[in-house]
Nanobody
Framework: QVQLVESGGGLAQPGGSLRLSCTAS????????MGWYRQAPGKQRELVAS???????NYVDSVKGRFTISRDNAENTVYLQMDSLKPEDTAVYYC?????????WGQGTQVTVSS
């Protein structure tokens, strides 16, 4: 079973930056399109950024121009560079296949944006 491990979250001030990483336990290389999802308290999980196996990217409007998704297929890792963070970016962030069917969800990484 493929395991996904997210890391890099933490506390950031508004306007700050964080870089999230998601590493898969097995080869995801050129096979899967991958996405970063987030779930804020009391809200449904939403897709915020995706990247195809060939590197094409897409973003939800609320993060366009602030977040950048990338991948290193050799390292089975997907990244999310988050800049100009806002309090509304506070959530647990997860990675997974996009659009599915989903692999088992990892534990996620908490991102808190607060002054």
């Amino acid at each position: 079973q493929v395991q996904l491990v997210e890391s890099g979250g933490g506390l950031a001030q508004p306007g700050g930056s964080l870089r999230l990483s998601c590493t898969a336990s097995t080869f995801i290389g050129s096979i899967y399109n991958m996405g970063w999802y987030r779930q804020a308290p009391g809200k449904q999980r939403e897709l915020v950024a995706s990247i195809t196996s060939l590197g094409s990217t897409n973003y939800v409007d609320s993060v366009k121009g602030r977040f950048t998704i990338s991948r290193d297929n050799a390292e089975n890792t997907v990244y999310l560079q988050m800049d100009s963070l806002k309090p509304e970016d506070t959530a647990v962030y997860y990675c997974n296949i996009e659009p599915g069917p989903f692999l088992a969800w990892g534990q996620g990484t908490q991102v808190t944006v607060s002054s």
